[in-house]
């Protein structure tokens, strides 16, 4: 019944969409006939479409439905029997089949009779004809609502003699239902108020069902850690956290008694609401939005970032009927059937197409030099001033915001610069032998004594200049090593767990050390001795022919066939590790999705000792499940993991030994983040490909603040 192939079926004409539902990245329809359609993220099968991400709706199947839900990586929806399927993600039992697993296609969950069913980030929860409840997935803070903190992988009951629900609503820690009585309900975490009872305590966990008050209502939405509710008069109240405005009452103030929404309308007709933004319907069909709008999911040019009111969405119709909001898109079917979303495009969650790229595309300008972090990157051009996009929930791009950026903005420092480094979050570039950092500070990656975060600008910072940084940085000066920051795993080599904002001494006799790298959570260095590595070490990243971890440097072992070998640089990733003399390069580390490009060790997860990678190589780069190398003929090459397309080989497929990206043999640099990669060419051209979910390319086309139509 749901098979790898595609049926067959006729072109249906544009304008006949009948139900949408969005998930974190995601979105699904039922059309007017009864089919289903996905689109979007498809990681873990949420789909039911067996392959990579789809840019346009694709069929699922070839039966007819009456309800879909999406959550955060799994989707459940209901046919036309009123059976209960379930796909995607199962980490949580959240698909309710009884096991923790996944499924790429729909699964049979019960054949009821169902009536609805909505779906949160790790939870699923339907009603039967009767109006029972039955919920399934995570449960750590009660969520499910059904008693207890266990998590469940089948639907769990919780009913109640003579009560029975109409609807139900649910986000990642609670969720709200409304009884056929008219009463509001909520249940999981009440942090900063979600659960909309001004009587439980802050941080309580209600793990069954507790009463809010005022009422009778008619319809709630979650969010991440807020609720709104529709009277039956048509008034709005929304309850918790309200950083972003999606409470709507105008300010950006928690609210914990229940506040009116706006000007506080009677007429509001319907609901949703997602992590941190909320839409709803009113009067005769207007659709208004409020809350965050960091990548455009507010369909409205006239607002920011932020919308604190609710906002009037105009264009492209006058009238709509539905409204689905996934964690950073929005979608809306206007009243002649036809589909409209907005917002958030990394994953295709639009339909609309434009979100894969999985060879080289161009960042406008002239560049010398460019540095990915793990969702961000920064470049200098050909006057020496820096430039960053993508992620800036640090602060990491130095513009004074902490707003993402799908094409390259200034940072806020003068230049010129003569050299640029960048950490997972965080950035720093140099200039007259001064250093200036900007970003996450809250392991003190910095290096300057404090853990102020996030550091919004540029700020000049005394000390040497670390050449790596991941959340953690490392120095050579005079022969001696210093490290700083992040040290959880051990990752300082200080002789402890204890993260430290002041360079710190390696906990070492050795004083003659010549290179350093640091990974995610280890780091290496060579010495006239030979390579040293410390900090986690369960994946083989330290070398030494073991998966023990270490707080202190541990000799690394030489390659097999080359014992007498002396490295002169390092390169590290997440959990893996390069070493190159001269053009020759040796790897070790994790392996499972054959980022050691070695054919030899393809089929082993984890390689302990540094083996050789064929080829000649005038420079590698790292990532967490992927590695690019520009060969000493200057062509270049990716090998790994490659879900996003970040081997650029046109590819979503992951290749265990390297690949070709295109002919150039022009390629003078390359560097990776946690899943894109960016490479600069001797003509000062940029190019980067992968992973642009929050706009960490540069060639915009990551998001969009106008409703584009989804055929």
Known sequence: MFGLERPETPQLPPGDWAVVAAGSEHTCGIRLDGTLWCWGENRDGQLGI??????????????????????????????????????????????????????????????????????????????????????????NVGQLGVGGTSDAAVMTPLIEPGVKWRSIALERFHGCGIKQDDSLWCWGSNHRGALADPNAAPEAIREIPSPADG??????AVGLWFTCARRLDGHLTCWGTNTYGALGDGTTSDNTLGGVVGNDASDWTALAASEEFTCGIHGEGELACWGANQYGQIPSAAIGAVSSSPVEIVAPAERWTAVALGARHSCAIDDAHRLWCAGSNGSGQLGIGGAVHLAPEQVPGTWHAVRAGRSFTCALDDVDAVWCWGDNAQAQLGDVSRLPRQEPVTVHAAGPWDALVVGSFHACVRKAGIRWCWGDNEQ??????????????????????????????????????????????GELGIGNYTKTANPTLVQTMI??????????????????????????????????????????????????????????????GTRHGCALAGTTAYCWGANGDGQLGIAAVSQAGRVPIPTLLPGAWATLALASHHTCGIHSDGSLACWGGNAYGELGDGTAIGQVVPVAVGTDTTWKEVTTGENHTCALKADGSLWCWGDNRVGQLGIGAAWQQVLDRAE
């Open 511 to 572: 004083t003659s050390w010549r290179t350093v790298a640091v990974g995610a959570t280890h780091t290496c260095a060579v010495a006239a001795t030979g390579m040293y590595c410390w900090g986690e070490g369960n994946e083989g990243s330290i070398g030494d022919g073991m998966f023990n971890s270490s707080t202190t440097p541990v000799a690394s072992l030489p390659p097999v066939g080359a014992p007498g070998v002396l490295y002169d640089r390092l390169v590290m």
């Open 444 to 489: 003190g990656e910095l290096g300057d004594g404090d853990y102020t975060s996030p550091i919004y600008r540029p700020r000049p910072i005394n000390g040497l200049w670390a050449e790596s940084a991941a959340q953690h940085a490392c120095v050579i000066d005079s022969g001696e090593l210093s490290c700083w920051g992040y040290n959880d795993h």
């Open 50 to 139: 067996v392959g990579g991400n789809r840019e346009r709706p694709e069929q699922v199947g070839a039966d007819r439905w009456i309800a879909v839900a999406g959550g955060g990586d799994h989707t459940c929806a209901i046919r036309e029997d009123r059976s209960l399927w379930c796909w995607g993600s199962g980490a949580y039992g959240q698909l309710g089949l009884g096991l923790v697993q996944s499924a790429l296609t729909p699964m049979r969950v019960s054949a009821g009779p169902w009536q609805a069913v909505v779906a949160g980030i790790h939870t699923t929860c339907a009603l039967d004809v009767a109006g029972d409840r039955w919920c399934t997935g995570a449960n």
């Open 215 to 220: 009422g009778p209502y008619g319809d709630v």
